[in-house]
Nanobody, 117 residues
């Protein structure tokens, strides 16, 4: 199994930036992809960005994240990052790190991001 622990959330003003980090541990060799999801109150959890662990690290983004957010990974450190720029109030949510492998999905506990206008 794999464990994921997020950090880096907080309260910022609109237009500012935050970087979320996710430390991954466990059966690293069995990981296929990693991603960031978010869930705002009263809404379903949604994919923000994802990255393939191997090869070139192909990425994908939700339309709302394109041009503002960047997902990256450091396989040597077993870390996944989400750089969020030009944050908007609608980005406020609990952000979850997701790790997907042959066993299924593992989730972190979440980190709160609040963007004030």
């Amino acid at each position: 199994q794999v464990q994921a622990v997020e950090s880096g959330g907080g309260l910022v003003q609109a237009g500012e930036s935050l970087r979320l980090s996710c430390a991954v541990s466990g059966s690293i060799f069995s990981i296929n992809a990693m991603g960031w999801y978010r869930q705002a109150p009263g809404k379903q959890r949604e994919l923000v960005a994802a990255i393939i662990r191997g090869g070139s690290g192909r990425t994908s983004y939700a339309d709302s994240a394109k041009g503002r957010f960047t997902i990256s990974r450091d396989n040597a450190k077993n870390m996944v990052y989400l750089q969020m720029n030009n944050l908007k109030p609608e980005d406020s949510a609990v952000y979850y790190c997701n790790v997907r492998g042959i066993w299924g999905d593992s989730w972190g506990q979440g980190t709160q991001v609040t963007v004030s206008s």
